[in-house]
């Protein structure tokens, strides 16, 4: 038996660290609002991106079984949870936009203060390699995001409180 590999083996690359989440406004185009993102602060536990295909099985009459399968929508389905908590990761999490926040400990309810799209940015941030003397980053760019909260706020007084998220990324940047 023989294990295929492509290359050397980096066991740096197979570590990975924490990552970092930031935020921001929805851009025009997929490179215009990268520079004003803002980090959410700390994530607890594991950053899942999953990949939600929808696809259509192609049949024929002469066929017992499909023939051919073809991609008709992708997107992304990313779920973490944000350690700091302050109303803007509230107003974050339950998917309301910046202005529903009245002064620092406000959040104004209600459907006219839903947040729009917006776009976020993944770092995932791995273990320095010796022999090259840098890190192996993972960045991943959405542009067309809506965060909404995956489950209650707990507010637990011996633990910390979490805020899960879970973040549609639709895979169409371009319109």
């Known amino acids: 038996m023989a294990l295929l590999a492509s290359g050397d083996l980096a066991a740096h690359k ?8 930031k935020v921001g406004p929805k851009g025009s185009n997929a490179y215009d609002q990268i520079g004003t993102l803002v980090t959410v602060g700390a994530v607890d536990g594991t950053v899942d991106i999953a990949p939600n295909q929808e696809v259509v099985k192609l049949q024929s009459s002469a066929m017992q079984n499909p023939y051919s399968v073809l991609e008709t929508a992708y997107d992304y389905q990313v779920t973490f949870s944000m350690q700091e908590f302050d109303i803007y990761n509230v107003a974050l999490t339950l998917s309301y936009a910046q202005a529903a926040v009245t002064g620092s400990n406000t959040l104004a309810l209600g459907t006219s203060n ?3 799209l917006r776009s976020m940015q993944i770092k995932h941030h791995a273990a320095k390699n010796a ?19 995956s489950g209650s706020i707990s507010f637990d007084r011996t633990g910390a409180a979490m805020l899960p998220v879970t973040a549609h990324c639709l895979g169409n940047d371009s319109d």
């Open 14 to 21: 197979s570590i990975v660290g924490r990552s970092s989440i």
């Open 131 to 149: 022999s090259t003397d840098s890190a192996a980053d993972s960045t991943f760019d959405f542009y067309k995001v809506k965060l909404v909260s």
């Open 114 to 116: 839903q947040s729009p």
